[in-house]
């Protein structure tokens, strides 16, 4: 009898969480249960009607439709340069950009990139789990460093610096942080950027929830001296409502892209050449526009935290981003119980905290991604529950 076994690496992960659970609420709503999702941050406005027109357009054209460059085409790189210098006051060279199918495989391209067997990553608990998935299919050595709301949730270096840094390679950080809203400040990145240094370890800045709920857009390459030590990625997933379109980019050092260039073009071949040319669009849109869809938000998270009220959970109102993470009272369960419950008896889907790491155990997040008519009713759904 054959006996085949998947690779070490694939038996160390999980599929991922969201991966399992939406065809759970898919057969649910196959069932006529009509869940309703606050759990994914995925926006479910328009892209704007620029892009979509460029996209349409440039569609129709015969020249548009082969192989694109690996580095993406000339117009969408200095597209992102100029979107950086307007929006975030840093300078970038064409070829420091480089435009990805989302920045979720730039995760996976930068850890190739820098990460031998055995080389240790840092990685926020709590924080986005595919920092961890993909150092573990890499077989790297995954060195969790806490983030604690007594500290707002931002990394404690004292901690850091009595660590085994020896063989670490990368670090992985995220403000405006996803799941918890904490902020970023010049300060932090002044002293993540010295941290690297110090200690020649790749300072990774995930960005792309800076445009949602934020009065101040920031960018960590904006500070002096970023570019020698940090890799930024940034997407137009959040921000610019095209999640499905999976467009996004890093930016950093040339040579940090030369051999992150390396790794990426043995994997995929480019991408169409309308959506390149419609995401030119997009980094284009106005003021107004991103005005617009914040004050639509705004509502939104006005329903969001009375949820959690109703659920008794504390949040800070200082937080900014696509979501509200909220803390749940000592005497409730934990957030998986929370989350089943709500799913199975609410027919309201949100998201446990403890995917995100054990510091998020005791939280729950709620997407801004449904409209005010969605939160209204899943509100009378929870309410329902809890007096029953």
Known sequence: MMHIEPAEHIKSITEYY???????????????????????????????????DTLCETAQRPDVHAYQPYTGIPELRK??????????????????????????????????????????????????PTYKSVSNLLRANVIEYDLLETEGW???FAALEKMDLSRVKLMWVNYPNMPTGGNAS????DKLIAFGKRHD?????????????????????????AKEICIELNSLSKSHNMSGWRMGMLASNTQFVKWVLKAKSNIDSGQFKPMQLATVAALSNSAEWHAEMNRIYAERRVW???????????????????????????????????????????RVF???????????????????????????????????????
């Open 79 to 128: 597209a992102y340069s100029d979107w950086y210098r307007r929006i975030y006051n840093v300078a970038l060279s064409q070829e420091e950009v480089l435009p990805l199918i989302g920045s979720k495989e730039g995760i996976l391209h930068i850890s190739m990139t820098f990460l031998n067997a055995g080389d240790g990553v840092l990685v926020p608990n709590p924080g986005y």
């Open 154 to 156: 931002q990394p404690d």
């Open 350 to 388: 949100i998201t446990p905290g403890f995917i995100f790491g054990s510091n998020g155990e005791r939280f729950i997040r709620i997407s801004l991604g449904s409209s005010v008519e969605k939160l209204q009713e899943a509100y009378q759904r929870i309410e329902t529950f809890v007096k029953r």
């Open 304 to 346: 969001a935290e009375k949820i959690m009220e109703l659920l008794d959970c504390y949040y800070d109102k200082r937080q900014v981003g696509l979501f509200v993470w909220g803390k749940l009272n000592d005497e409730a369960p934990g957030s998986e119980s929370i989350a089943n419950d709500l799913l199975h008896n609410a």
């Open 18 to 52: 969201f991966s399992v659970k939406l065809a759970e609420v898919a057969r649910m709503n196959a069932e006529g249960k009509n869940v309703i999702s606050l759990a994914v941050g995925a926006p479910d406005r328009m892209p704007s009607q620029a892009t979509i």
């Open 186 to 189: 010049v300060e932090l990145f």
């Open 201 to 225: 370890i790749v300072i990774c800045h995930d960005n792309p929830y800076s445009f949602i709920l934020n009065d101040n857009p920031m960018s960590i390459l904006s500070l002096p001296g």
